[in-house]
């Protein structure tokens, strides 16, 4: 599976992506919203996991604007 890490506490993103890349997924992460969001729109993603709190923008902010994009793509908060 091709996963977005979207996290920006170093230490839980690089334990997230550590743990998941150990299990066989392609992990791409990133530590903004606005960043996210580009990845989204130029990579096909299987699933993502969502910080709540990210410096430029909530994760439900950018949930909600990747399902305005018309992603359906699983969310995981």
Not at 9 to 24: K, M, N, S, Y
Not at 44 to 70: F, I, M, N, Q, T
């Amino acid at each position: 599976m091709r996963l977005l890490v979207v996290e920006d506490a170093p230490d839980v993103g690089d334990v997230l992506v550590v743990g998941l890349q150990r299990e066989g997924h392609v992990v791409d992460h990133v530590t903004t919203g606005a960043d996210a969001l580009w990845l989204a729109a130029e990579q096909p993603y299987d699933a993502g996991v969502l910080d709540g709190g990210l410096p430029d923008a909530s994760g439900l902010e950018v949930g909600k604007a990747l399902r305005s994009r018309g992603s359906s793509v699983p969310v995981l908060m």
